[in-house]
């Protein structure tokens, strides 16, 4: 009925790459350096309630904590590219319906994340890097989104209402990269259907 897993993690980085600005031409505004490398930690949780239940009220939820080395400055920028908390969930009902020939999931989703430095496109080079300097944090947001899946014999159908609090006075926007902002308010409408085995 109950569950809980833990899965903990340790990487190590011989090499790290920074945006960082270039001392003999002030005209670019920006190059890449390479620094030591670097370790960071981090541990997940799943706890779930009928998780793999067939039928019936299902619901889990997912937190994340990471931390980084931040032994110089490269370290800590990469440390701040990530969240160091964030947390996803979900909770639904699945069922039958129409004399058994709609499979139903439906489901609340929910993602949320602390403020963090997020990464940036080093045009020069095609690197996602972390950004340093004036640049502005990701803000801590939270995205909510109403999902309806079914499964007609063979066929999978999917309605979604994604992202709705955002654009409200509740969020007035949200963003996971930095400069582009989630879609507000989207209706998202699809079908799975293999068409060989």
């Known amino acids: 009925m109950w569950s809980l897993a833990a899965a903990p993690w340790l990487t190590h980085s011989d090499q790290l790459w920074l945006r960082a600005p270039l001392p ?58 990530l969240p160091r908390v964030s947390l996803s969930g979900r909770a639904g009902l699945r069922t039958l319906l129409f004399l058994g020939d709609l499979d139903l999931d439906a489901f609340v989703r929910v993602r949320t994340w602390e403020a963090f430095g997020g990464r940036g496109l080093h045009t020069s080079t095609g690197l996602l890097l972390p950004r340093t300097g004036a640049d502005r944090d990701v803000p801590a947001s939270t995205v909510l989104d109403f999902v309806a899946e079914g499964g007609v014999r063979g066929a999978t159908l999917f309605l979604a209402y994604e992202n709705v609090l955002s654009g409200t006075n509740i969020i007035r926007g949200n963003l996971i990269v930095p400069d582009y902002p989630l879609p507000e308010q989207q209706v998202r409408f699809g079908v799975l259907w293999p068409i060989r085995n």
């Open 24 to 81: 003999d031409d002030r005209r670019r505004a920006e190059g890449v350096v390479l620094t030591e490398g670097g370790v960071s930690t981090g541990i997940s949780f799943v706890l779930g309630y009928r998780m793999r239940a067939r039928r019936g009220v299902y619901a889990w939820v997912n937190p994340v904590w990471q931390q980084a080395d931040a032994k110089d400055s490269a370290a800590r920028a990469w440390e701040r590219a």
